[in-house]
């Protein structure tokens, strides 16, 4: 199933399964995120806006979503918290947005959806949109390399894969150079599980086709 299908499905059920995890583990990680961008901001896979809270003062944001339902949970939440913010239904293999628009590009968990034919297209555009000085932040889900936090995740996968279209082995750094981005820092942020990629449009060319 794709991710259109996959997100307006689940949408209605998306903050309430998440929950744990957002309060447990995501929230602090949101606000680390979000303390390093200022500026003219993208929030890419939006989803229901569990990053609102954590927009820096004085930064103007744009979210974009591929779900119309997820989309729906998100200007809820826009009107209930008084976020400001644009959101747009958009394809981040494909965004209408000019060159160079953006001072920071964020991404929390939309790479482990993304499949691995989408990786690059989608920094592709997404190095398109960034100013040359610009910030692009990728958070997400990889498999943790000691044997039973990586069996735990083996477990978890078909769950994750069905409800969520979400896999743990994206590998997208692999896809960086070729997509005209340089990696300027990896961390992990919870464990070995959750990754941060900072990256920034490599200064030497545009992306190899
Ligand atoms: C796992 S959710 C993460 C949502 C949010 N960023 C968060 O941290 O809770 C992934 C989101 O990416 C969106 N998405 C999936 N594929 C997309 C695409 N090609 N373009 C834009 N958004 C997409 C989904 O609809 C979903 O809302």
Redesign the pocket.
Known sequence: M???K???RI?RL?DLL?LPF?YGR?RPL?RVLFSRLSGTLL?????????FPFYPDGSRVTG????P???KRARLRKHKLGTEIDLAE????KMEFADDSFDGI?????F???DAD?QQP?LEELRRVCRPDGTILI?EYVLPESPLPRFIMKLWAPWVRFA???EFDRHTEQYLEAAGLELVSKEFLYKDIIKLLTVRPDASGRPRN
Do not use: K
Request: charged residues 15%.
């Open positions: 794709n991710n259109f996959t997100y307006n949408a998306y998440d957002e995501y949101r929030d890419a896979g939006v989803g229901t806006g569990r990053n974009i979503d591929l779900s339902a997820m989309l958009m394809n981040v293999i964020i991404s929390t968990f939309l482990c959806v993304l989408h989608a958070l969520y279209g979400a």
